[in-house]
């Protein structure tokens, strides 16, 4: 029991160092536990692609419960990636897959890392189709993209941040491109809940 204990220690320690929720199950709980283990990755790229990386925070007044219900699910994602041509394996499974078509472009992605609670939620997938494809004015050998919602201000506000790292020919084009389409998607989504982007720290006497 003390080896299993010592383990589990070493894993938050891990865990913690790579910026991850420490989801480990206890020995005592037969209940399974979600763990999100997979680092993003700094990418080297081919000759004529270039790395690059791109953030986005937004903290929203609304409880990070109903921003994660109305956000779905790695197969319900469409307020981001539009409808789905395909989809396989099991949703919100490590290894699942979801191709989405785009003109004559076909964007495969692959679950890498997850861990849902009812107030976190992480969701990281990897391109993995072996051409390059185009978005915008860029074309993409590589992407890793991570999505994290969290709970902020005593359950009253989500803070809600889009992280990537990349291989494009045109890291100015692909970072524009990106931009622009995650604040119009996400702005749709403020829309919807009825609530608003704010900036500092939490609102005080509002809802």
């Known amino acids: 029991m003390h080896l299993i204990r010592a383990?589990?220690?070493l894993a938050v320690v891990f865990l913690s160092q790579l910026g991850?929720?420490?989801a480990v199950a206890d020995p005592q709980n037969t209940e399974p536990a979600e763990m999100l283990v997979h680092a993003s990755e700094d990418p080297t790229c081919s000759k004529g692609f270039h790395a690059g990386f791109e953030s986005n925070v937004w903290q929203l007044t609304v409880p990070a419960s109903s921003f994660i219900n109305k956000t779905g699910t790695f197969f319900h994602s469409e307020w981001y990636?539009?409808?789905l041509s395909a989809t396989h394996g099991k949703d919100e499974t490590i290894g699942a897959t979801r191709t989405i078509v785009s003109g004559t472009d076909v964007f495969?992605?692959?679950l890498v890392g997850i861990y849902r609670s009812p107030t976190q939620s992480v969701h990281r997938f990897s391109l993995t189709?072996?051409?390059p494809v185009a978005f915008g004015g860029a074309t993409f050998t590589y992407y890793t993209e991570e999505l994290r919602a969290m709970s902020i201000c005593g359950g009253t506000a989500t803070q809600f941040s889009m992280t990537s790292t990349y291989?494009?020919?045109n890291i100015v084009a692909a970072y524009d491109e990106y931009d622009s389409?995650?604040?119009a998607s996400v702005q749709k989504v403020v829309i919807e809940l009825g609530a608003r982007v704010f900036l500092g720290t939490c609102p005080v006497g509002n809802k």
């Open 7 to 9: 383990s589990l220690a």
């Open 20 to 22: 991850l929720p420490a």
């Open 81 to 83: 990636t539009g409808p």
């Open 108 to 110: 495969v992605e692959r």
């Open 129 to 131: 189709v072996k051409n």
């Open 167 to 169: 291989c494009a020919d």
């Open 181 to 183: 389409y995650r604040r």
